[in-house]
């Protein structure tokens, strides 16, 4: 089975900017979640969508934004770039058995986004 | 809002020593992971602990869970250089909602050949 794939792997960009970054979870999961990693500040949750919903937001600014569609690819929007918001985006999708249970992550490769 | 807290941040070890990474929540969780990601790799999960007071092993890394579902440790014994990584706790907030992972900033261990 295919894991999880992003695109692009690396994308420069420059301040004011926007970006989109593309995500196909492994075929079955439908919960699909993305994390910003940075060295100073470790793995921050961003959102996770789950049948086209978006069920939970980290704290992050409106500049971030995502979507899920209905082959629950997934896809997240920077707009405004700013300088701070270099990093490695990951997504990671989830097999949901329980509701009350967060699954296992598979974590797709990341794109490393530099913003100059 | 729900903090997860690792320590510590570095550990370096001989080859043959043992390591331990420990992870404190402000909250009451109802599940803790932990995963593994390589130098210029991305997070693999090893292992989901669920129970109180839990404990689980995978060959030489054993896993616990503590009583009040606020603090966990992985520990491994006698390192080998394939040990070499960040080790990152994640937990879901126990009566929260629990489509978020909250993770810790991990502990990087370098282990000397």
């Known amino acids: 089975k295919a894991g999880v794939t992003q695109t692009p792997r690396y994308l420069i960009k420059t301040r004011g900017q926007q970006v989109t970054l593309s995500c196909s979870p492994i075929s079955g999961h439908r919960s699909v979640s993305w994390y910003q990693q940075t060295p100073g500040q470790g793995l921050q949750f961003l959102f996770e969508?789950?049948?086209?919903?978006?069920?939970n937001k980290g704290n992050f600014p409106g500049r971030f934004s995502g979507r899920q569609f209905s082959n629950s690819r997934s896809e997240m929007n920077v707009s405004t770039l700013e300088l701070g918001d270099s990093a490695l985006y990951l997504c990671?999708?989830?097999?949901?058995?329980?509701?009350?249970?967060?699954?296992?992550?598979?974590f797709g490769p990341g794109t490393r986004l530099t913003v100059l | 809002g729900q903090q997860v807290m690792q320590i510590p941040q570095y550990q370096h070890v001989q080859e043959g020593e043992d390591f331990t990474t420990y992870c404190n929540s402000s909250t009451t969780l109802s599940n803790i992971q932990w995963y593994k990601q390589r130098p210029g790799g991305h997070p693999v999960f090893l292992i989901q602990l669920v129970k109180s007071g839990e404990v689980k092993k995978q060959k030489r890394l054993t896993f616990q869970f503590g009583e009040a579902k606020k603090n966990s440790s992985l520990h491994i014994t006698a390192t080998q250089t394939t040990d070499v990584g960040t080790y990152f706790c994640?937990?879901?907030?126990?009566?929260?909602?629990?489509?978020?992972?909250?993770f810790g900033k991990g502990t990087l261990l370098t282990v000397n050949p």
């Open positions: 969508y789950f049948s086209e919903t978006q069920r």
């Open positions: 994640a937990g879901t907030n126990s009566g929260g909602s629990n489509y978020k992972l909250t």
């Open positions: 990671a999708s989830s097999l949901v058995l329980d509701s009350r249970i967060y699954n296992e992550q598979f």
